[in-house]
């Protein structure tokens, strides 16, 4: 099924924790039927390093590595692995029903919504594609990386064999919370300094070098809407949050895991 509309947010630079809170606020919202389906594209200040749901904490970041740093630590409501936000990635979050999707289960949305993310990256130079198995790997020791992009796995987005884009995806009640990060240069030389990894280099890339080109956060959100209208035959709004969201995001801000 195609949505009439949705909704377009652009955040710009938050907390951590106060991006964490939004798009749990947004997923509530959408479970009470209180929102439209929703894209928000936003980028992190400071940097900071979000884990995965289940991650373990202790074999996966240097605590007080982040904190000489000024680096903040936060969890995510989705799974996956550890991410370092810098300046120099976009995050966008989407938020809709599963049955108006018109899919079950999380491998089918993840490829449903795929098909948006493929048709912005393209209109941005990047010959993109949904990898629909993980590739083999002669690592041994890549299963344990607690880096997100260190490898490629199923359902990632890549160009070439690249890994591209980071997704993780939460489903509540009929309702998903997908999360995900598209970073414009990768900086691995940082992830050392606050990841508990080996230097093996990633299987994966930046956007900028990907097209060859200098992409900024605003054309990834113009592509974003762009790639979704014309994958979905939707129309966005630039409503903001709703006053209840809004609200309800203080009131998590006091309960999101920041560690």
């Keep these: 099924m195609r949505y009439e509309r949705w909704r377009f947010i652009d955040s710009g630079a938050l907390t951590g924790a106060e991006n ?11 479970g009470a039927n209180e929102s439209l389906p929703t894209l ?11 884990l995965g749901k289940f991650q373990r904490v202790g074999s996966s970041v240097d605590l007080e590595a982040c904190r ?22 976009v995050t966008f979050s989407l938020v809709l029903s599963t049955a108006r999707l018109g899919v079950k289960g999380v491998m089918a949305s993840y490829r449903a919504l795929a098909g948006g993310i493929v048709a912005a990256l393209r209109l941005l130079g990047a010959d993109a594609r949904l990898s629909e198995r993980a590739p083999p790997s002669n690592r041994p020791r890549v299963s344990q990386d607690p880096a997100c992009f260190a ?7 890549a160009v070439g064999c690249w890994k591209l884009v980071g997704s993780a995806q939460l489903q509540r009640k009929g309702v998903l919370l997908q999360q995900n990060s598209l970073p414009l240069r990768l900086h691995v030389a940082e992830w050392g300094k606050v990841l508990l990894r080996s ?8 956007l900028c070098d990907a097209t060859a080109a200098e992409v900024t ?14 994958c979905f035959g939707i129309s966005f709004e630039e409503n903001g949050m709703t006053a209840r969201e809004q609200a309800r995001a203080a009131e998590l801000m006091e309960h999101v895991r920041v560690l």
Excluded at 40 to 50: E, G, L, N, Q
């Design 20 to 30: 964490m809170a939004i798009d749990e606020a947004m997923l509530e919202a959408q």
């Design 40 to 50: 928000r594209v936003y980028t992190w200040r400071p940097v900071a390093v979000s």
């Design 68 to 89: 000489q740093l000024g680096i903040h630590v936060v969890r995510r409501p989705t799974g996956g692995r550890a991410i370092l936000h810098t300046d120099d990635e």
């Design 151 to 157: 490898i490629r796995a199923r359902c990632d987005i």
């Design 199 to 206: 230097p093996t280099p990633p299987e994966a890339i930046g």
């Design 217 to 230: 956060y605003s054309d990834v959100g113009d592509a974003l809407r762009r790639g979704f209208e014309a």
